[in-house]
């Protein structure tokens, strides 16, 4: 992957192979060690200089489904992808699926600014809290608003009254996602993003602005849906040095998602800055067709139409007739894909 990276462990470590320093994995490595058995990611890597990797969560207030209320690691072969013309893999995070580092390096606290970027999919979303990625707290617990800023991704609607049905990028700032600093998306242009591939982002000053943004992973500019100040009660920010992907601050472990790759940066990007890296972006050409393992419930989205291949009548069965639709997160619009 351009920007992260994965290990998987069963029964010993997988190399974490790269065709370069700062390149791309090697995915055949993977495909090799995973070969006739099962693989887990235990961690995912920074390419930093802070090594602020993160491991599987010990878990939180929320249980998760590991050992002891941890959460569990994603399987490494579930989301094979091609990215600069190498196949890689990407992190398919399944509800119980949770990574974190506490007391992480050189990350914002407080009122501090912070960006965050990530990579994603509207293939594979839920209303549920939470597929998070970005800041939450060190005791994976609720520690009260501002003690968060996590961008999250999916069809929640946690203020009610959206407009559209999602998926959205959002604000997780903590005891609410918000698409605006009054709550619900009221946006009649933005019903939701559908694109294979999303690039989603978040800036937030620490004391009076807040900044949502959308782009296509693989072509075009970013689209900013939100900027703005901070929620009543929200200002300045409390940030802790947590840094978390697929779960809420406080482990709430029900969200569903995909993670290809992600940045979070001290301090608040400029808007040039946001261009040029999504320019980096589609210039990578993320595509599906990785091969590998079968896909499991993944939704399958008309890059142009934004539309989602769909059992007509809400079927599920094999022979029911195929449709385009408007996306949900219904059954019938799970697919498994072969590569």
């Known amino acids: 992957m351009p920007r992260s990276e994965e290990s998987g462990e069963h029964p010993t470590s997988l190399p974490c192979d790269l065709y370069a320093a700062g390149g791309y994995a090697d995915g055949a490595a993977?495909?090799?060690?995973?070969?006739?058995?099962?693989?887990?990611?235990?961690?995912?890597?920074?390419?930093?200089?802070?090594?602020?990797?993160?491991?599987?969560?010990?878990?939180?207030?929320?249980?998760?489904?590991?050992?002891?209320?941890?959460?569990?690691?994603?399987?490494?072969?579930?989301?094979?992808v091609t990215a600069g013309g190498h196949q890689v893999f990407g992190i398919k995070s399944t509800q119980g699926t949770g990574y974190r580092i506490d007391n992480a390096r050189n990350v914002p606290t407080g009122s501090k600014p912070e960006g965050i970027s990530m990579v994603t999919s509207s293939n594979y979303v839920n209303q549920w809290c939470c597929f998070d990625y970005g800041s939450g707290e060190n005791s994976h617990n609720d520690t009260g608003n501002a003690t968060m800023n996590a961008i999250y991704w999916g069809t929640a609607c946690w203020f009610g009254g959206c407009t559209g049905s999602g998926p959205w990028v959002e604000a997780d700032l903590e005891n609410g996602m918000y698409h605006t600093n009054t709550g619900s998306n009221k946006d009649p242009n933005n019903?939701?993003?559908?694109?294979?591939?999303?690039?989603?982002?978040?800036?937030n000053n620490g004391t009076t602005n807040f900044t949502l943004k959308y782009g296509n992973g693989n072509s075009g500019g970013l689209t900013r849906t939100f900027s703005g100040p901070l929620?009543?009660?929200?200002?300045?920010?409390?940030?802790?040095?947590?840094?978390?992907?697929?779960?809420?601050?406080?482990?709430?472990?029900?969200?569903?998602?995909?993670?290809?790759?992600?940045?979070?940066?001290?301090?608040?990007?400029?808007?040039?800055?946001?261009?040029?890296?999504?320019?980096?972006?589609?210039?990578?050409?993320?595509?599906?067709?990785?091969?590998?393992?079968?896909?499991?419930?993944?939704?399958?989205?008309?890059?142009?139409?934004?539309?989602?291949?769909?059992?007509?009548?809400?079927?599920?069965?094999?022979?029911?007739?195929?449709?385009?639709?408007?996306?949900?997160?219904?059954?019938?619009?799970?697919?498994?894909?072969?590569?």
């Open 30 to 80: 993977q495909v090799s060690f995973c070969a006739n058995t099962s693989c887990t990611i235990t961690k995912i890597y920074d390419q930093t200089a802070n090594h602020n990797d993160l491991p599987i969560s010990w878990g939180g207030f929320w249980k998760g489904p590991g050992p002891n209320g941890s959460d569990i690691g994603a399987d490494a072969m579930a989301l094979p």
């Open 191 to 203: 019903f939701g993003v559908h694109y294979p591939f999303v690039s989603a982002w978040l800036k």
């Open 231 to 339: 929620p009543n009660g929200y200002s300045p920010m409390r940030l802790e040095s947590s840094i978390l992907l697929g779960t809420g601050g406080d482990n709430s472990p029900t969200g569903q998602g995909m993670f290809f790759e992600g940045a979070v940066t001290n301090g608040y990007p400029s808007d040039a800055t946001e261009d040029a890296v999504q320019a980096n972006i589609t210039s990578v050409g993320y595509s599906m067709s990785g091969g590998g393992t079968p896909q499991q419930g993944e939704q399958i989205v008309g890059g142009q139409s934004g539309r989602c291949l769909d059992a007509s009548n809400a079927g599920t069965a094999n022979g029911t007739k195929i449709i385009l639709w408007a996306c949900t997160s219904g059954a019938n619009q799970q697919w498994n894909r072969r590569g």
